[in-house]
Antibody, heavy 118, light 111 residues
Framework: QVQLQESGPGLVKPSETLSLTCTVS??????????WGWVRQPPGKGLEWIGN???????YSKPSLKSRVSVSLDTSKNQFSLRLSSVTATDTAAYFC??????????WGKGTTVSVSS | QSALTQPASVSESGGQSITISCTGT?????????VSWYQQHPGKVPKLMIY???RRPSGVSNRFSGSKSGNTASLTISGLQADDEADYYC???????????FGTGTMVTVL
């Protein structure tokens, strides 16, 4: 059974960098059938795709976030990470990591809440 | 890159059917058969219900079906049950980036 678990600070100061890690169990992030990515959901609002990474090294992110987003893999730990720089209050959200097989996001972490506040 | 357009809410009586629309452009929904649908109960994690426009993952009820015509995809839920009451989101691959884009979300209420 594939499981994903997000971890990272629940509070980030404005202008700083948000860093989250997703630990994968029951599957390998080197499996070339899958991409690994992040989705967020501001309080009371809809889902927003942030970005994906593939073992090949390919990364892609939402165009409006591209200048601030970095998604990367750590194969030694079977983890992948999200870095979002220069955060503001509008980046306050629940952040989900997920597995994407190109057709759909089939496995999700439970999500972690990140607040941006001084 | 704008979110795909969905109706904000849909209500129907138990046992009936509903259809949720998801309208995009030729750069996303209309251009590719990579439309997926997600169910999210309040405070819960999204669940994949449909992928590749009309395919169901193992374990998803056949009461859920998907289709597409032009730039609009649709999710139909037949035989509505109380547990179907949730938010539903469509998503599509987009040539812009490339990237993926979600819909605005639809709240389904079972009367």
């Amino acid at each position: 059974q594939v499981q994903l678990q997000e971890s990272g600070p629940g509070l980030v100061k404005p202008s700083e960098t948000l860093s989250l890690t997703c630990t994968v169990s029951g599957a390998s992030i080197t499996d070339t059938r899958y991409h690994w990515g992040w989705v967020r959901q501001p309080p009371g609002k809809g889902l927003e795709w942030i970005g994906n990474v593939h073992y090949s090294g390919a990364t892609y992110s939402k165009p409006s976030l591209k200048s601030r987003v970095s998604v990367s893999l750590d194969t030694s730990k079977n983890q992948f990470s999200l870095r979002l720089s220069s955060v503001t209050a509008t980046d306050t959200a629940a952040y989900f990591c997920m597995r994407h097989d190109g057709s759909g996001m089939d496995v999700w972490g439970k999500g972690t809440t990140v607040s941006v506040s001084s | 890159q704008s979110a795909l357009t969905q109706p904000a809410s849909v209500s129907e009586s138990g046992g009936q059917s509903i259809t949720i629309s998801c309208t995009g452009t030729s750069s996303d929904v209309g251009g590719y058969n990579y439309v997926s649908w997600y169910q999210q109960h309040p405070g819960k994690v999204p669940k994949l219900m449909i992928y590749d426009v009309s395919r169901r993952p193992s374990g998803v009820s056949n009461r859920f079906s998907g289709s597409k015509s032009g730039n609009t995809a649709s999710l139909t839920i037949s035989g509505l049950q109380a547990d179907d009451e949730a938010d539903y989101y469509c998503a599509s691959y987009s040539i812009n980036g490339p990237s993926f884009v979600f819909g605005t979300g639809t709240m389904v209420t079972v009367l």
